[in-house]
Every structure is written in C-alpha cells, then in structure tokens.
C-alpha cells in the first residue's frame, strides 16, 4: 500500500484552471481519471489526511504510485478529453455503466445501395439508421412485418440478394408483396431508397403525413370503383395504425425527449432510460455500475450522459434530456450535448405534468433493475471473492491473484501451432487484454517446449516494457513512454500474481523454467491437469487436490476452459486461412483488398495469370510495379491441377478464385479431437 504523500505534488505546481487528471499505479496502470473546473484545489482534496477521505477514495489513493494532469481552456474540453480518457484507459476505480444485456436495434442500413431492414445489436456503425432499442427482438421483427404491407424494403441478406439476382426470381417475399424484389429489377434503386427514407420517417415520428397520404389514395380508388386497390389500402392503414399502438402514447405533443433516472445504494446504482419519440416511448435500456469512486447522484448522472451520448451525434441527441439531479458543471454538459446534437438541447428536472409522472415510471423501472441486479450478483461477488481467497490459501500465496493469466496450447497433429492468454481480474474475464501467440522457434508437436517458448516471449515482453519506462532504473519516465504509437496503454506491461497452464507437471515445469532463466520470482505458477481436475505446483511430485465443490477450483476451470476455446479459435482460423491459401496470398504487400478487387476485375485467378501488365494496371489500386511484381509471382506460382466431375469423369473449366474452399472439420482444431495426438 503507497504513502499518498510519496508522490504527492509540490506546492505551486499544480495549475489554479481547468484540466483532467490521471492517477497511476506503480505499474503505471491508469486507475482513476477525472476532471475539475480547477486543479489545485481539486487534486489537494486527494492528500489530506487519510482518515478523512471516503473509504472509496482512500483505497484509490493508497493504490496509486504517480498522478499527472493536462491543463485545458474550458471546461467541456474537459468533459471530452475525460470521456475520451475513461473510453480509452478503462480505470478501475471510475464509475463505467455496463448494459445487462445487448439491446436490439432496428437497423436500417442506408449505406447500401439497396437498404435493408434487419435486427441489429452491439455497436452502431456509420450511415445505418437505428430505432430503438428494443427489450426483444421478436417486437421488433412482429413491427417490421406489420410496415413491410405499406413499405416493402428489401430484409434479405446479402447472400440471398445474390443468389436471387442470379437466377432471376425473387424470393418468398417478392411474391407476396412484403419486398418490392429490387433483386430482380422491380424497382430502382432511386425507388427503393425512397421506400427505405419513408420507413425511417415513419419510425421517426412522422406518422401523420403517411397516414393522410394513405388515406387519400384510398378515398380516390373508392370513387373511381377501384374496390380491391381501396380494399389494400385500407388494410395497409390498419396494419400501420397496430405497428403505432406497439408504442404507447405518454405526451400528445409529439416530445422528443430521454429520460434518465437513478436508483442507487452505497456500493451500486442502476440506470435506466426511456427514449421517446413523436410523443411515444421507442425504447428501453439499462444499465447498472459498482460504485468504486465516491460520487453522488449528481456525478452519477454525468457519467450516464457521457456513456450515452459520448459516441451520438445529430438527431441521436433528443431535443430534450430529462434527468433526476442537474451535473455539477451544468452548462459545460448542456453544451456539450448542444454540440452534439447541433443545436440547441434542453437539459432539466421535471417538475409538473406528464413528464413528471413519466419520470417517476422510469425511477420505479430504475429500482425494480437494482433490486433484480442485486438478487442475482449479490452472490457472485461474494462468490468470486471466496474463491480468490480458496486459491490463495490452496496454492500458499501472500494475497488473493488480483490477476491471473492462463496459457494454452492448441494443434493439430503437430500443424498450426498456436497458443492463447486469457486474462481474468478480480474473478471476471478481460477480454481487451487476451491474446494469442504463433509458435515460431519450431515446427512439429511439443506441448512442453511450446509453453516455455510463450511464457519467454510474454515475460521478455513485460521486463522490456518495465525497462523503457524506468522501473529497472528508477529514474523518470517520458509520458511518450507509456503508451504505444496509437495512444493505448502498453501490451504485457502488467504483471499477474498467479500463471495458470493447462497441463500438468512438464507443462508447468517448462513455465516456471521460463521464468527463472528471466528472473522473475514474484508470479506463481500452477497448472491445472483436464483428467482429474488436478492442480500441479512447480517442483511438488504431488498434486493440490481442491475440492469438487469448491468455488476455487470452478474459477480456474473457467479460466483454462476460456484459454482453451480461445486457443482453438485461432488455431481454426489459421487452419482454415491455410486451406483457402492462393498463388496471390505469397505475392509482397498485396492486402486482402487489393486482391479481391484483382480477382472480381478479372473473374477468376486463371484469366488474372494470362493477363499482361498493362491490362493488370487497369485495376483501381494497382500501380505498374505492384502488376509485375504479381504477374512475376503468378508466373512462378505452378497452376492448380483441374477439377474433375467424379460422376462423368470430364475436366471441369473452374474458377480457381471463385469456387468455394474446402472446408475443414468442425472438430479438426480443438485439442480434444481424437485425431490429435494425446499429450503429457
């Protein structure tokens, strides 16, 4: 535990104006970020006298080795550049409102030149239009059905788009007037995109306009005795007006607004948020956060605005945000948001009226989510903790393994040879910090030598990032030291208290080999065997037997049972990039996009070897010497032997590029297959 006053500031060098300040741990690790409207006094409240701090904050000081700021000109650059900082470093002891779940969206992608209507979740991407979200997906595909009567967008995928294109006939929707067909020329793109904007105005809100136009069409057929065109569009209003009652009426004057609101405790809150648009609610989403830094209500709500917002922009931003407690820094978030939106938002308490009732729904939405969270993780951190201490205790450590990283080792008969690192702290995986390695110093099947061959370059790694950044000589270090050219934090700069192997006794003889020939003496090793669920120490002839019911040995059998499927994930990747391998794979700087735009310009990679310089030049991207330096390697590269039909025993003319790889296995990568030669 750090003396606060070991790195406290010297008085008159913090800055008396706006600015965000980090603190880091003695492996330089981020740990905390935050922002004041002026430093000095901000940062002196951190070094008082320990028994006056919160007990949140009092850990988070005591936890830290280094702090540093960057002075800013106003406030909402702070308010960005902490954002950014918190998106980017992810520090333990803030507040980072995580979903409960992934929320659907109805997805409307305009950046094709044929939008599709589809069911969308995870993060948003550019020129797609999003509705939403909703709590089910079956609500969103029951609304699509209903609107594809009157807007009949294309909802297929790509591959059937394709196919239908092809052979001239569009699918089941085509004929039954749920698609306008543009797969087969029905209509134009220009009529398609007009029938996609009038859907996205529809979810928009603007209802009225449709309707009316509807209805006059209507009104028209019936004078002039058309009864079945009448007859249509009278079911068409009924169909939009059943979408319309999916959302529920909560302001008759067409609101657009969000409404935030709050319930919390001493170590968690939940959040949830109602979007409403056109006067009715669109959507639902929440979110729930461990308190780890003391905030109030206040700052709950800030961090809420940014997590929301903080990727948004445009109509994304509601004209109106209603939230249960003003920012601090009011007007620094209400331009913030105004920024976003380009023009101006209306950031406020409800106080009267429908929105206030609307408020106090959404609050019991907000309470009725913690409790339900509470009920289900109260256990699981108390859980996660017992089983850091019953590892602890078991392996004879001086604490619990804050962080543990398992290893393993995936092949196939000796082919592909790959190994993963998986990352859990605290009990919970984190997947930002996995990765996977190539075995490279050898070629062939060693279980042994290739974990020591991981655990070398992994470790050489992390003494090499301590070195740079001065821990090995105490001196100061560069903040351009710190983190790699594209801004993030170092890769293996932080070292685990426990390295998990899966394997047994050579496995974690050749692990912990590897750390003494570098020297390194303060992180255990152990290996966990897959028959007998045996945990192997270094130097010990006999193995730690944890109980079955032991919430220790379930921890580290989630852990290596995550290294594993990780491990064969890769190991199926490379396995299968191998088999789809061309002549154009061993061709110099030639990226995966310039060879598909080579293959799809000239068919085939048969038309592409007879083809002259000149004619390969003709390819957007492709200048003169990158062509020779392709034809030279097509002309070197020995033509794969034709295909022949196996039934009639005539050659087939194929298309080398075209036709589909062989596909391996599904089984053939994982280190359980029976093929697979069984290791030590």
Known sequence: MADPSSYRPKPGQIPDSPGVYRFRDEHRRVIYVGKAKSLRPRLSSYFQDLANLHPRTRTMVTTAASVEWTVVSTEVEALQLEYSWIKEFDPRFNVKYRDDKSYPHLAVTMNE??????????????????????????AIRETVDLMLRVFPVRTCSAGVFKRSAQIGRPCLLGYIGKCAAPCVGKVTPEEHRELAEDFCDFMAGRT?????????????????????KAARLRDDIEALKRALEKNAIVFNDATDADLIAL???ELEAAVQIFHVRGGRVRGQRGWVTDKVENVDTSGLVEHALQQLYGEESGEAVPKEVLVPALPEDTAAVNQWLTAKRGSNVSLRIPQRGDKKDLMATVQRNAQQSLVLHKTKRASDLTTRSRALEEIAEALGLDGAPLRIECYDISHLQGDDVVASMVVFEDGLARKSEYRRFE?????????????HEVITRRFKRYLSAKEKTGDLMGGEIPEEQLQEDDGRPKRFAYPPQLVVVDGGQPQVAAAQRALDELGIDDVAVCGLAKRLEEVWLPDEDD???????????????????????????????????RFRAGPLDDVPGLGETRKQALVKHFGSVKKLRSATIDQICEVPGIGRKTAETVAAALAAAAPAAPAVNTATGEIIEDDEATAPAATPSENGGSTHDPAEQPRA
């Not at 309707?211 to 009864?227: G, H, V």
């Not at 070629?443 to 290739?450: N, T």
């Open 543 to 577: 193995p730690v037997v944890l109980p079955r019911t032991s919430e220790g040995l379930y921890l580290l059998q989630r852990v290596r049972d995550e290294a594993h499927r990780f491990a064969i994930t890769y190991q199926r990747s490379k396995r299968a990039k």
């Open 439 to 451: 075995i490279k110093s050898f070629e062939g099947q060693d279980d042994v030598r290739s974990m």
């Open 113 to 138: 030149e044929f939008p599709r209507v589809q069911v969308m979740r995870g993060p948003k991407k550019k020129g797609v239009r999003y509705f939403g979200p909703y709590g089910h997906a079956w």
């Open 263 to 265: 319930a919390e405790d």
């Open 208 to 228: 009225g306009t449709h309707l009316q136009r509807i209805e006059q069409q209507m009104m028209i057929a019936a004078e002039d005795m058309e009864y079945e």
